[in-house]
């Protein structure tokens, strides 16, 4: 079936450090791809979403870009802050045509910023 | 406009009885998603309904299980509950199938 690995926290960085955040998927078609963020005590929030190969998302400073030769959807922030200290969770959308949509999530990355 | 709600916040339960989780979507949503977050396992997909109907389900026991009212509020009930359902149970709305999903801040169960 269809998985999402991403890499494995707790990430620490210092503020104003490049982040990235790995992430790979196994599908069959063509899933729709996105991050979703998770502040502490929080629901889940959508980061950013990209629905075709080489499709770029982009959000609050994030970015991600659709890689099909790879299967992967790297997240990445130039400059993080104290402020985008949270779990981020990387998922792939199955389903198409009206039938058996979900959302297949990989096991989450803790980021933790400081100051 | 208000997002997902979901009741109750947090739940205690014990060994064997039974839970019972509330959703309401975004006014207009009529698709309701349950997942489920325990320690150590990220996100699972439970349930979808859409249209009061179920039309999704993942790899989880009869025992958990659920119902979309015809106001597109859903419930999801886990009975006989074992410890290791102890999770935060997330559920999401959408448009439409397959539009975004947003979701709520989550019912945390602790069963003992």
């Known amino acids: 079936g269809n998985s999402v690995t991403q890499m494995e926290g707790p990430v620490t960085l210092s503020e104003e450090a490049f982040l990235t955040i790995n992430c790979t998927y196994t599908?069959?078609?063509?899933?729709?791809l996105f991050w979703y963020v998770q502040y502490p005590g929080e629901g889940l929030q959508l980061l950013l979403k990209?629905?075709?190969?080489?499709d770029k998302g982009s959000n609050k400073g994030f970015e991600a870009t659709y890689r099909k030769e790879t299967t992967s959807f790297h997240l990445e922030k130039g400059s993080v802050q104290v402020s985008d200290s949270a779990v981020y969770f990387c998922?792939?959308?199955?389903?198409?045509?009206?039938?058996?949509?979900?959302?297949?999530f990989g096991k989450g990355t803790l980021l933790t910023v400081n100051p | 406009e208000a997002g997902v709600t979901q009741s109750p916040t947090h739940l205690i339960k014990t060994r064997g009885q039974q839970a019972t989780l509330r959703c309401s979507p975004i006014?207009?949503?009529?698709?309701v998603y349950w997942y489920q977050q325990a320690l150590g396992l990220g996100l699972q997909f439970l349930l979808w309904?859409?249209?009061?109907?179920?039309?999704n389900r993942g790899n989880f026991p009869p025992r958990f299980s659920g119902r979309q009212f015809p106001n597109y509020s859903s419930e999801l009930n886990v009975n006989a509950l074992e410890l290791e359902d102890s999770a935060l149970y997330l559920c999401?709305?959408?448009?439409?199938?397959?539009?975004?999903?947003?979701f709520g801040q989550g019912t945390r169960l602790t069963v003992v």
């Open positions: 309904y859409d249209e009061g109907e179920e039309r």
């Open positions: 599908a069959t078609g063509y899933p729709s």
């Open positions: 999401a709305s959408s448009f439409f199938p397959g539009l975004e999903a947003f």
């Open positions: 998922a792939l959308k199955e389903g198409s045509g009206g039938s058996n949509y979900k959302l297949t």
């Open positions: 990209a629905t075709k190969a080489d």
């Open positions: 006014s207009g949503h009529t698709s």
